[in-house]
Structure formats: structure tokens, C-alpha cells
């Protein structure tokens, strides 16, 4: 073998273990208020809600928005 064709090699077996480090560091998880999800305060404003049926559908929208999570091995660290 040549000497570029070395060199090309060499290159793409570095780049294959950039990309196979890289797949295996585990990624940020970016989940908060940006998504939509409810805040205390929406949550705190159902009880001045006097109506009974209009305060049952308030809650039903809040539960709607709240984000599922799935955990798949690894930890979770909340700040």
C-alpha cells in the first residue's frame, strides 16, 4: 500500500472510533418548561377555580401536558 492510501485508512478508523465513542456516552436529557408541561403556579390556580365542572377540566388539560419519561438503565440526576 501506498502512503495516501494509508493515510485514508487511517482517517476513517479514527472517525469509526469517534463515532462508536460517541454512541455509547449517554446523552443530555433536556425536559422542562419550554416543552409545555405545568407549572406549580397553573397547578396552585385549580383551587380558585369555584366551578366544579370548569376546575375537573382544568385538571384534565394540566395531567394532558405532563411530560412521560422513560428510564432505560443509566441514573437520574434532578438539579
Known amino acids: 500500500m501506498n502512503s495516501y492510501t494509508t493515510a485514508v ?11 462508536s465513542i460517541r454512541l455509547g456516552a449517554p446523552q443530555p436529557v433536556q425536559a422542562g418548561l419550554l416543552d409545555g408541561a405545568p407549572t ?3 397547578l396552585r390556580r385549580l383551587g380558585d377555580i369555584l366551578d366544579p365542572d370548569e376546575r375537573k377540566q382544568a385538571r384534565e388539560l394540566l395531567t394532558d401536558k405532563i411530560p412521560l419519561v422513560r428510564l432505560h438503565g443509566g441514573f437520574v440526576s434532578v438539579k
Open 9 to 19: 485508512l487511517t482517517v476513517i478508523a479514527g472517525a469509526l472510533v469517534v463515532i
Open 40 to 42: 406549580l403556579g397553573e
